[in-house]
């Protein structure tokens, strides 16, 4: 009968998720409070319930949630309840709780993965080398021809889930959310790369054929039949010399933002899978470094095929940053992309909760609070 009721608890956790994916979060809010009735000591509710928008943490509870981390049956159960009681102290401006409980929280995850700071080094220097300046002299013009894609590229946190939230807004085009359609269809083009070749060559024998047929293996996958899809896959900003190999017209939108915004935006969050940069911050700003040189030397190759947006501007000049997005993807102007909190689509990152409010200011200088445990670790 007790595991009866476990199992009753984490369906309504898992359902009352899927309404705060909708932006439903009344009926999320009450959901997990059944869960937590049912099983008071369920970490992942308490999780998932912490970044509902207008949550209020009692003192009770907060010693409820406390005593649920300290008594935790399973590693992972103490991780996420560190993310969540996090959460908890940071919305009540305790903010050196909040940086104590979310470091223990990062560090045990981090000795659960195996992640070399090393290899996204190597991994940009080989990008670089393999995408020349001097491969693209006249190979880059005959990719497919389509302009359906829209890639929303950059680091986690940085904004691309509201540029997605943004343009879907718009009635011709449908968000796809964060594909790996990409990755898989570069794959096969790989074979080809030969790394011994003088710089300039490397590429040579990636032929239009081959090109065109990644490219038709990419749009394969994506979801829907609208005239337009975002790809919001932040690590495809590894990618770009593919899809401008690939797509003679496809929109590149990369969004930048703050870096100590960023990392600590990484930093407080516990990721599902991947990022496993994110569980230190020295690794962080590692990470970040390494990402900042590559769209560096993108823009100096594909300035064109390009639009930088930074994440402040648009916070602090939404409608002439929106026009910007708009006219770059070749869209008519919509005045639904200037209200897109009422975009009703279904939001699975973890910025889905930010998205279904408009414009706010406030996440702008939030790191500041934490600043002092920042500059000591980047």
């Not at 509201?162 to 359609?181: C, K, N, T």
């Not at 002439?320 to 279904?346: G, M, V």
């Not at 200088?365 to 920042?374: E, G, S, T």
Request: charged share 25%; glycine share 4%; net charge positive.
């Amino acid at each position: 009968m007790k595991k009866k009721k476990q199992s009753h608890a984490y369906r309504l956790c898992q359902q009352a998720t899927k309404a705060k994916q909708k932006g439903l979060y009344r009926k999320a809010h009450e959901l997990y409070n059944k869960s937590l009735k049912i099983n008071p000591f369920l970490a992942a509710t308490y999780y998932e319930r912490s970044d509902l928008p207008d949550l209020n943490i009692s003192d009770m509870e907060l010693a409820r949630m406390e005593k649920v981390f300290s008594t935790a049956s399973t590693l992972q159960d103490k991780i996420i309840m560190a993310f969540a009681l996090a959460r908890a102290y940071d919305r009540r401006e305790e903010y050196e709780k909040a940086f104590d409980i979310l470091q223990t929280g990062n560090e045990l995850k981090r000795k659960t993965i195996e992640y070399n700071p090393s290899t996204i080094k190597k991994d940009i220097v080989r990008i670089m080398e393999v995408f020349s300046e001097f491969e693209f002299s006249g190979t880059e013009s005959s990719g497919h021809e389509t302009r359906k894609p829209i890639f929303i590229i950059g680091m986690p946190r940085s904004g691309t889930t509201l540029i997605e939230q943004i343009i879907s807004s718009h009635p011709d085009v449908v968000a796809g959310g964060e594909l790996y359609a990409l990755n898989k269809a570069v794959i096969p083009a790989f074979s080809y790369v030969n790394m011994s070749a003088p710089m300039g060559k490397r590429l040579s024998a990636v032929n239009k054929n081959i090109r065109i047929r990644c490219a038709e293996n990419y749009l394969k996958m994506l979801p829907g039949n609208s005239r337009r899809v975002t790809d919001k896959m932040p690590a495809n900003f590894l990618h770009v010399g593919w899809i401008c190999l690939l797509f003679k017209n496809a929109k590149i939108i990369h969004v930048n933002r703050n870096k100590m915004a960023t990392i600590f935006s990484c930093y407080q969050q516990y990721f599902t899978n991947g990022n496993e940069y994110a569980y230190n911050l020295h690794e962080l700003s590692e990470y970040y470094d390494s990402y900042y040189l590559l769209m560096q030397y993108w823009n100096i190759l594909f300035k064109e095929r390009i639009l930088d947006i930074n994440y402040e501007d648009i916070v602090l000049n939404q409608e002439d940053e929106t026009r910007k997005i708009i006219e770059f993807c070749e869209l008519e102007w919509n005045d639904a992309c200037l209200s897109f909190e009422k975009n009703k689509r279904t939001v699975t990152t973890l910025s889905a909760s930010q998205v279904r409010r408009p414009i706010y200011r406030s996440s702008l200088d939030h790191w500041k609070k934490y600043a002092q445990y920042l500059d000591q670790a980047c």
